[in-house]
């Protein structure tokens, strides 16, 4: 029923190349791709996705490249560049190599919460470098729509998309210092803050 047209790799223009030295995921990853998309331009500016296609092609030169800023890249563009450009798909022969002491946990957030409060939080738990990403759906007071909410080097919310049928909560991904911490110390703060967080 299903036809593997090729792998398509997202690489962070703003953290991709700083996270391709740290993390051999990250190499791995793009091995495996046909299509490297680079993701955030509009964060990391023309000088930083520069930089991260510039390392994109270190690792693979001949590999086909699109840009994503803020609106994205067309579902229909990326499936007609895999078609024309991709040939076969067979499994790369690619070690799946993984960074030691890696963990995650989720924290749940059933009630509303204050954005003021909860960006305040995030930045606190950032700042040591152990957490490498929060992602997660959040109710936010005066918000009528439910938001996304995205944490590694900067914190970003959107509208989340109509029955996105995810947990309100935000998971936690560390490195270092186990996550659990880390979402027990996320979710005392906000609770400090005297916002109701039920697990």
């Known amino acids: 029923r299903y036809e593997l047209v090729g792998v398509v790799t997202t690489f962070d223009a703003a953290s991709g190349p700083a996270q391709l030295l740290r993390h051999p995921e990250v190499a791995s990853q793009l091995d ?11 964060v990391a500016g023309p000088d930083g996705t520069s930089k991260a296609r510039d390392v994109v092609h270190q690792r693979r030169p001949n590999i086909t490249v699109l840009e994503s800023g803020k609106d994205g890249v067309p579902a229909a563009s990326l499936r ?11 499994r790369a022969d690619v070690l799946a190599a993984h960074t030691p002491d890696v963990s995650s946990a989720f924290v749940p957030l059933n009630e509303p919460v204050s954005w003021n409060a909860l960006d305040s939080a995030l930045q606190q738990v950032l700042c040591d470098g152990t957490v490498l990403r929060v992602k997660g759906l959040v109710h936010i007071i005066g918000c009528e729509t439910p938001q996304i909410v995205q944490a590694n080097d900067t914190i970003t919310r959107e509208d989340a998309p109509e029955n996105a049928g995810v947990a309100p909560g935000l998971t936690i991904i ?15 703060r906000l609770t400090f803050r005297g916002l109701a967080v039920k697990s």
């Open 32 to 42: 495996c791709a046909d299509v490297v998309v680079i993701t955030r331009s509009d």
């Open 174 to 188: 560390a490195e270092g210092v186990p996550a659990s911490a880390i979402a027990a110390t996320l979710a005392s």
């Open 80 to 90: 007609e560049t895999l078609r024309s450009e991709c040939i076969p798909w067979q």
